[in-house]
T-cell receptor, first 110, second 113 residues
């Protein structure tokens, strides 16, 4: 079936370092959504990207959608302990079903 | 708060027993979803519903059934639980008129011994 590959699976960073997670698809994506799940919590919607080459920012978080709409990235500048969690990308491939990537678990070393 | 309640939040059961998880929403959203979350697999769709009595399968539907007799309730049933169904189950709703994002419940942790 249609899949969204997400890398890396795990990332450990020192507090204050930057962090990036990537989503890649073999097919063109209609849009991409990003979610964050805190440890022990539930996924929470962060943002949706729709346009080719789109870049959106939320404070220290920068989301990008590739020019070919086959990849996306989430970059966090100067990580803080509050950034700990698992970040998921997701795509609906044009239907009602949202398919999630496998997620990137971010841990912060104080 | 998206008005989603899952019950039970935790359950331990034995192989072969039936289990039903309930998802209740208070805002009459049309679309409801059941996902399971396992390490290394992310969130995988089990079943979803697009209205009362209207349901469809997701990518991991084997061993699960669902029912939606009222807009507000979406039930997930494991007819005969197996150890491979030990997981965290999340219900989600998709508000109409929004951009298509999902709002998730708190999750139900199921352990099958």
């Amino acid at each position: 079936g249609q899949q969204v590959m997400q890398i890396p699976q795990y990332q450990h960073v020192q507090e204050g370092e930057d962090f990036t997670t990537y989503c890649n698809s073999s097919t063109t994506l209609s849009n991409i959504q990003w979610y964050k799940q805190r440890p022990g919590g539930h996924p929470v919607f962060l943002i949706q990207l729709v346009k080719s080459g789109e870049v959106k920012k939320q404070k220290r978080l920068t989301f990008q959608f590739g020019e070919a709409k086959k990849n996306s990235s989430l970059h966090i500048t100067a990580t803080q302990t509050t950034d700990v969690g698992t970040y998921f990308c997701a795509e609906n491939f044009g239907n009602e079903k949202l398919t999630f990537g496998t997620g990137t678990r971010l841990t912060i070393i104080p | 708060d998206a008005g989603i309640t899952q019950s039970p939040r935790h359950k331990v059961t034995e192989t072969g027993t039936p289990v039903t998880l309930r998802c209740h929403q208070t805002e009459n959203h049309r679309y409801m979803y059941w996902y399971r979350q396992d390490p290394g697999h992310g969130l995988r769709l089990i079943h979803y519903s697009y209205g009362v009595k209207d349901t469809d399968k997701g990518e991991v539907s084997d061993g699960y059934s669902v029912s939606r007799s009222k807009t507000e309730d979406f039930l997930l049933t494991l007819e005969s639980a197996t150890s491979s169904q030990t997981s965290v189950y999340f219900c989600a709703i998709r508000p109409s008129g929004n951009i298509g994002e999902l709002f998730f419940g708190e999750g139900s942790r199921l352990t099958v011994l």
